[in-house]
C-alpha cells in the first residue's frame, strides 16, 4: 500500500462500483480522500470530504475540486470514473441515454481533468487516471453509443498524455470489461443477467488503480486493458 500515504485523491463516482472501491484502497493506503458523486455518500471514511457532484457540471466539479484543494492543501491524484451506460442497438436506445452518455462520459470527463489539472500540474507526485472500459477499445456489439464515449475518453487522454507526461503527471487509461455493480442496471442489464458472476469485481479494478498510480515515477501505466478469465480473447 506504499505510495499514497499522505497524498491528496480525488475520485468521481466515487458512491459506490468502482469509485467506492477505489476510495476505500486509497483510504486504507494513508491517502486524503475526496469523494465526489450525485448521492454524495462518504463512505463512513473518517476524514474524507464528500460531495453531491454531478460531473455534467463543469461549475459543481470545479467547485468541488476547490473545496478538496482548500480542505487538504493541494490535489495529488485524479480518478475520473463517473460514468453511466445502456445496452441494446443503437436505434432503440432512447435519446435522454444517449444525451446522458455522452454528457457524462465525455463532458464530465473533461470537466473534471479541466478542473482538477492545474493543481495536478503543482503536485510532486501527479496521478491522472481514467476509469475508460473495454467497450472504447474493442466497440462490442449493442454498446455503440457508450463505446463511442470511451473511445472519446482513451483518445482525450492519449493526446493528453502527450501534453503532460514532460511535466510530471502521468496519465494512465485503465480499460476494465465487464465489472459486476448496478452499472447499467435497467438499460439493458438485469440481476438474472447469467454474465454478471462471470465479471470483474469492483475491488479487482480498484486494485489496478492503485497498482498504476504506485509505481515508482519513473514508470506510467499508459493503457491496460482488464479483463476476466470468462471472457473470450479480445486480442
Known amino acids: 500500500m506504499s505510495g499514497v500515504e499522505g497524498r491528496v485523491a480525488l475520485v468521481t463516482g466515487a458512491s459506490s462500483g468502482i469509485g467506492a472501491a477505489t476510495a476505500r484502497l486509497l483510504a486504507e493506503g494513508g491517502a486524503k480522500v475526496a469523494l465526489a458523486s450525485r448521492r454524495g455518500d462518504d463512505l463512513g471514511i473518517e476524514g474524507a470530504l464528500a460531495g453531491s457532484v454531478d460531473v455534467r457540471d463543469a461549475a459543481a466539479i470545479q467547485g468541488f475540486v476547490d473545496q478538496t484543494v482548500a480542505r487538504f492543501g493541494g490535489l495529488d491524484i485524479l480518478v475520473a470514473n463517473a460514468g453511466v451506460g445502456a445496452y441494446g442497438a443503437f436505434m432503440d436506445t432512447h435519446g435522454e441515454w444517449v444525451d446522458e452518455m455522452i454528457d ?17 500540474l503543482e503536485s510532486a507526485s501527479a496521478d491522472l487516471v481514467g476509469v475508460t472500459s473495454i467497450a472504447g477499445q474493442r ?18 487522454l492519449r493526446s493528453l498524455d502527450h501534453e503532460l507526461y514532460g511535466r510530471g503527471v502521468r496519465c494512465s487509461i485503465l480499460a476494465p470489461g465487464g465489472v459486476e455493480t448496478e452499472f447499467a442496471m435497467g438499460r439493458g442489464r438485469t440481476p438474472e443477467d447469467p454474465d454478471l458472476p462471470g465479471m470483474l469485481r469492483a475491488e ?22 482488464i479483463l476476466p478469465m470468462s471472457d473470450d480473447s479480445m486480442g
Open 104 to 120: 457524462t462520459n465525455v463532458k464530465g470527463f473533461l470537466h473534471t481533468i479541466r478542473a482538477g489539472l492545474p493543481h495536478l
Open 139 to 156: 466497440a462490442p456489439e449493442g454498446e455503440a453509443v457508450y463505446a463511442a464515449s470511451k473511445h472519446a475518453q482513451i483518445g482525450f
Open 204 to 225: 479487482q479494478v480498484a486494485d489496478a488503480v492503485l497498482y498504476a498510480i504506485t509505481r515508482p515515477r519513473s514508470q506510467r501505466i499508459l493503457e491496460a486493458s
